[in-house]
């Protein structure tokens, strides 16, 4: 026993002290008899080096806490404890350690009663939960792509009782730039604390199978669907379900801080004034070169023709073309603007082209603002505070950016090559009053 419970032991006799001690274990080993049952069903499944429960007292404070805590705490009346009203309205103000001999009997045969057992396991046993650790989670959804993390933490709250207290939550605790910078913790989580990493998030489980396992838990204490919780979570973390709309979809990542630029071919009728940088002449002798190039390539559908690329194909293909033209006109001098003015004027522009679309970046991440988040407390794990990281933050790439010319003036050329090839089709020589690029064509 410790010094400090024998302070208030100290008047009372060594037959009443083991009794009083003897019945608060008792009590104590009910409250987490089921917990620890819970913790077991998971050391196994997941392995005991993820796993740790917290959240409750020791025994020893659970003990200092029954000794001076008033019986009207958890005994509602003194019916329970046998007591006529005079006694209880006297003693329920008292601790169990300051009751005369013949009234802690009366106390501590009660401690286990189902009211009392109640009263204290939802006033200080209502705060268990087990941690688990995903080292490294492969994300991968229905159309095979994937996202790996590393660091993946869940939390399952528990009641006294063994029924589960709620759904369960996620953290993270290693991000790369990529990751953190677009807001992505998982898939089926809708941001990442910035302002608070220690707090666990809410994931969305859409239709899943684990809600009807997560409503069987929180009504009733059962081992089997417990063992269902976990391989259901365990599989619910690996999956990314594009049919269930997740609140970050892998195959985006990188563009949240992005603007969409055109995804569909658009006609426009002239290009975009970019005073020096690029005069109108030049522009017309990049577009000679590019249509004698030959790499375009067309459909003829109902009496006309059509480009025959789709716009990411078509706007790589001239982007290219341009920077190849350009880089062999500053060569020669013949072109004195320089690359990174081209880019400034917006004649070039740095972009993520994903999924059919082309997406602007709006602003350089500014790489100390996340930097300071690194060491940030996330969760404590078997006494040990596990922090923020960010693997790349020293290195950080645009591994996947394009640069590319400026959608509004590529299209522009594509609308008057059309326009000038289905003019003249047929015809080896003709004019079109209209044509920006050229008053005569020769050849197609």
Known sequence: ??????????????????????????????????????????????????????????????????????????????????????????????????????????????????????????????????????PHVRVTNEHDRFVDINHLWAKVKVMYNGTLNGGFTLNRSEYTMLHISSGYMHSHISGIPTNDFTSFQNPCTGRGP??????????????????????????????????????KYLEKLGTNNMETGVDRFVTYLSPDYYGNALSSDKLKEFVRGFINSKKLKFNYVNGSYSIGMSLIEFIVLISNEFIKWYNDQFNKEELTTKFAELKKKGILKECIIDNGKIYYDK????????????????????????????????????????????????????ATILKVLNYRYGRSKATHESNQLGTEVRYL
């Open 1 to 134: 026993m410790s010094p400090y419970l024998l302070f208030f032991y100290s008047n009372m006799s060594g037959e009443t002290i083991k009794l009083i001690e003897e019945k608060i274990e008792e009590l104590y080993n009910s409250l987490m008899d089921r917990p620890l049952r819970v913790l077991s069903i998971f050391n196994g499944f997941f392995g005991e080096d993820k796993v740790d429960m917290q959240g409750y007292w020791s025994l020893d404070k659970f003990k200092s806490w029954m000794n001076i805590e008033p019986l009207s705490t958890y005994i509602p009346d003194g019916n329970i404890v046998s007591m006529n009203r005079n006694n209880w309205s006297m003693y329920k103000t008292w601790a169990i350690t300051d009751l005369p001999g013949d009234q802690v009997e009366k106390v501590v045969n009660v401690l286990t009663n189902t009211t009392v057992k109640e009263r204290i396991g939802n006033a200080k046993f209502n705060g268990i939960f087990i941690l688990i650790h995903f």
């Open 210 to 247: 684990i809600n009807g396992t997560i409503s069987a838990l929180n009504r009733d204490y059962d081992e089997d669907m417990w063992n269902m919780f976990c391989l259901e979570l365990s599989k619910y973390v690996t999956v990314e379900s594009i049919a269930g709309t997740p609140y």
């Open 363 to 414: 602003g350089r991440n500014n790489v100390n603002t996340y930097a300071r988040y690194i060491g940030k407390k996330v969760c404590m794990f078997k006494g040990r505070e596990v922090t923020v990281d960010i693997t790349d933050i020293a290195e950080v790439r645009n591994e996947n950016k394009s640069i590319i010319l400026n959608t509004h003036t590529a299209l522009y050329i594509l």
